[in-house]
């Protein structure tokens, strides 16, 4: 499987600083060019017909740039053109500080990276956390150079042999939303995991603070904006990581399977003020990546259903509920189970995964070794 390390750079040198500005000014200007080039192509643009239309003359512009980065630079383009044809909008212009290498043109080495700027090969020293070195030895491939503020990271993708899977004795049901950002249950109401949404609320509402009326000056003079959002985003990026990290290690304990649900977007409810809060910081498709990433890593099976009916369905009798008075408690008027809905939900999306797993593999019947689900 693949991996992505996400290392910062140590300081570097005037010299070696500039060459990195230069280098990413003539890709991004690289880029726009073929984005011109398939404007003008006529058809639809893939490697074969741009390549000959246009990189004699784009490789001729551009000598300083290493002619794998110019091919980067051509199929970064035809992936924004595609985009653009099915989003819609302004025809696209590539602004990101950031550089492609393939892996071919890259060395690791003594903690640092060997790449190829402005007709030199030049070495980056990077900080390397002790929890990446073990997957340094392995085969790397692409390579990304991108600025963040004044910061500098590599992004270094490198391929790792998968473990054996876990053979899982059951499953743990993974719901995702607003007010418990995730709870995680088994097919017996053990609850494994709960992730409470106000953790977000309280970091907004700390980073709103920072940036309170009377600081706004000081703050657009040294460019505190941007680092609080680049500081939300590390934030909730730390999170996600923590979070998937938690779960699959449990269900690896638990001998589990986790079970997510196949999500277009998080289930449609009323959004009160407290609530977008949570959404204009949090990612629950990078959170779901995360957590499928990780679980490759240790073996842990991850199973995807479909989400009809695990928030309206009763898990103790069955029975479907059409309406809710209220929006935070489930409650079945034909068996009188009461409940949190996520944690309803998450009970459904195990059983739903507990079916599906046995479909793929021979389980038998687990034992009741649970009473009725625990209460929340």
């Known amino acids: 499987m693949k991996l992505t390390l996400k290392m910062k750079m140590r300081p570097l040198t005037r010299s070696k600083e500039w060459m990195l500005e230069q280098s990413i000014e003539a890709f991004k200007a690289c880029v726009n060019d073929w984005l011109s080039a398939i404007a003008q192509l006529g058809e639809k643009p893939n490697r074969g017909n741009l390549h000959r239309f246009a990189y004699r003359a784009i490789r001729d512009k551009y000598p300083q740039l290493h002619s794998n980065v110019v091919q980067d630079a051509m199929n970064l383009a035809i992936e924004i053109y595609r985009s653009w044809l099915k989003n819609g909008g302004e025809f696209p212009k590539f602004r990101s500080d950031v550089i492609y290498f393939k892996g071919v043109d890259v060395r690791i080495e003594n903690n640092g990276l060997v790449v190829p700027l402005m007709g030199r090969r030049v070495y980056l020293p990077l900080y390397v956390p002790k929890k990446y070195k073990k997957y340094l030895q392995y085969k790397h491939g692409r390579v990304i150079i991108k600025r963040v503020d004044k910061d500098w990271y590599a992004l270094v993708s490198v391929n790792v042999p998968e473990k054996e899977p876990i053979k899982p004795v059951g499953t743990i049901g993974v719901d995702l939303g607003y007010y418990n950002l995730l709870v995680a249950s088994d097919e017996k109401g053990r609850v494994v995991m709960r992730v409470q949404g106000d953790i977000l609320i309280r970091h907004k509402e700390h980073m709103e603070r920072l940036t ?50 196949k999500l277009k977007g998080l289930k449609k409810q009323r959004r009160p003020k407290l609530l977008r809060k949570i959404l204009h910081l949090w990612s629950y498709a990078d959170l779901i990546a995360k957590i499928v990433y990780k679980a490759k890593l240790y073996g842990v099976p991850v199973i995807f259903v479909s989400p009809r009916g695990t928030s309206k369905t009763c898990s103790n009798c069955g029975y479907y509920v059409r309406t809710f008075k209220d929006d935070r408690v489930f409650r079945c008027p034909k068996c009188g189970f009461v409940a949190d809905r996520d944690y309803n939900a998450s009970i459904n999306i195990a059983k739903k995964g507990l079916e599906e797993l046995r479909k793929r593999t021979f389980l038998p019947t687990l034992k009741d070794e649970a009473s009725s689900p625990q209460g929340w």
């Open 212 to 261: 309170a009326r009377r600081q706004e000056r000081l703050m657009k003079k040294f460019g505190i904006y941007a680092r609080t959002n680049h500081k939300d985003r590390r934030f909730v990026n730390d999170l996600n990581h923590k979070i998937a990290k938690a779960l699959v290690l449990k269900a690896k304990q638990l001998n589990r399977a986790i079970v997510l649900e």
